[in-house]
């Protein structure tokens, strides 16, 4: 249980051009949903957390109208990168939340989306 | 806010027992996770502790001392497989958005070596 799928996995795009990519929880409901971003050997950056029927809360720093967030279902997140530059490329990584065990929420990842913008 | 400590990199031989430690500085705790990351991939949830004490988990245990904001990872048995990035993230309430956020260290890059 617990599974949470991403897609794209991998996206090649041009300079100027918008990304979407969908984090998908498959047998669970999420009501809360955080998007990262990781560099090479770097630890993940939270970017936003997304919660069902409202509006994303982003983090410091973070442009909101470039990382557009939308939270449609309880199992749907997407991000599309807006107008996507070279200095966006990245591994985007989703999570979703999970009562463990009915006794905690914990997150449970996507496998990635490694943009790469030329 | 938070603070989030853990090594940068060990190494450790296979078939020994590694110990990975953390230490944080937070308000409004509520749990704290350790997450496992290969190289390229998303992380897989290893353990969660949000009281004091070991919790056992196979070859992996976590244990965690709310008081001292100190938690740590221990791998025993070490398999060439274990090799990868350790993440340790604390979990606190975020009164922005209403939300509990869990944040994460840099991760500590084991490498097992024969």
């Known amino acids: 249980g617990a599974v949470v799928s991403q897609h794209p996995s991998r996206v090649i795009c041009k300079s100027g051009t918008s990304v979407k990519i969908e984090c998908r929880s498959l047998d669970f409901q999420a009501t809360t949903m955080f998007w990262y971003r990781q560099f090479p050997k770097k630890s993940l950056m939270l970017m936003a957390t997304s919660n069902e029927g409202s509006k994303a809360t982003y983090e410091q720093g973070v442009e909101k109208d470039k990382f557009l967030i939308n939270h449609a279902s309880l199992t749907l997140s997407t991000l599309t990168v807006t107008s996507a530059h070279p200095e966006d490329s990245s591994f985007y990584i989703c999570?979703?939340?999970?009562?463990?065990?009915?006794?905690?929420?914990?997150?449970?990842f996507g496998p990635g989306t490694r943009l790469t913008v030329l | 806010g938070q603070n989030i400590d853990q090594p940068t990199e060990m190494t450790a031989t296979e078939g020994a027992i590694v110990q990975i430690n953390c230490t944080y500085q937070?308000?409004?705790?509520?749990?704290l996770f350790w997450y496992q990351q290969h190289a390229g991939e998303a992380p897989t949830f290893l353990s969660y502790n949000v009281l004091d004490g070991l919790e056992e988990k196979g070859r992996f245990s976590s244990f965690l001392s709310r008081s001292k904001g100190y938690s740590y990872l221990l791998l025993k048995e070490l398999q060439m497989k274990d090799s990868a990035s350790y993440l340790c993230?604390?979990?606190?309430?975020?009164?922005?958005?209403?939300?509990?956020?869990?944040?994460f260290g840099r991760g500590t890059s084991l490498i097992v070596h024969p």
């Open positions: 937070t308000s409004g705790f509520n749990g």
């Open positions: 993230a604390v979990r606190e309430w975020r009164r922005k958005g209403g939300s509990y956020i869990p944040t």
């Open positions: 999570s979703a939340e999970s009562r463990l065990a009915g006794v905690v929420d914990t997150q449970y």
